[in-house]
């Protein structure tokens, strides 16, 4: 699939302007061809995303171990239904595959991405994403990351390039205050939204979300957790986010459906 430079300006140029918070884009990450195809066919669907762990699972792998290389193979597919579809796309690259202070192979995933994917934004952590233990990047080297992936985008001409970038403190054991305070300075960095998670065995709290939305100006990525207590894409539009994510909950789902439909194939209880 060959996608020009100029095409990708343009997709950048129109995915950034989704991002408006209240009337936020919604995105329901998948992880191949398939998925990408029955996402993109529903009238909503504003753009493509891709979700590392679910990508990593569809090749029996952990998101630890996603090499840089499965990552743009995996997402080839999807990035060409994306193609046939007019959408843009965003690929999660984890914490860009470059080691501290390796800013040079950072600009290289960029162009990677651009180039041989056509990716018009990537998803981008301040957690090394090798860690097990829910390692945090450098605060002051995850601003520089933030401004390394852009400046790498805006040489290649794809000055609207979107980075959502991924504030983990909150996630990995720290404060919200703390993911908050570096959401602060990503969007300073030139982040279009920063993305909190919560912690995966705690509720999303509203007046917590509320606080989060509110010291950021909206420009926030929430998670709506399918089928679990939490806002709803509704209710979170109505608080003011400008994206809503739902990483690898897709796959799971369909992974769960494909186990059932076995499980009545053998005459076995589900």
Partial sequence: MAVSISEVATKAKTFKSLHVPGTPLVLANVYDATSARIVASLPECKALATASFALAKSIDKTDQTLTLDENISLSKPVAAVAHEFGLPLTVDIQDGYAKSGDFQTLHEVVKRLIVEVGAAGVNLEDSWHESTSGDMIDEEESIERIKAVLKAANDLGVPDFVVNARSDSFLMGGTLEESIRRGKKYLDA??????????????????????AID?????VNL?????????????LA????ARIS??????????????????????TSK
């Fill in 190 to 211: 030139g982040a279009t939204t920063v993305f909190i998670i919560w912690a995966r065995a705690e509720p999303i709290v509203e007046k917590d979300a509320q606080r």
């Fill in 215 to 219: 010291e950021l100006g909206g420009r």
């Fill in 223 to 235: 998670s709506r957790r399918l089928g679990k207590p939490g806002p709803t894409t509704v209710e």
């Fill in 238 to 241: 109505k608080m003011g986010v």
């Fill in 246 to 267: 739902v990483g690898p909950q897709l796959y799971f789902a369909a992974a769960q459906a494909l186990r059932d439909t076995a499980a009545d194939v053998f005459g």
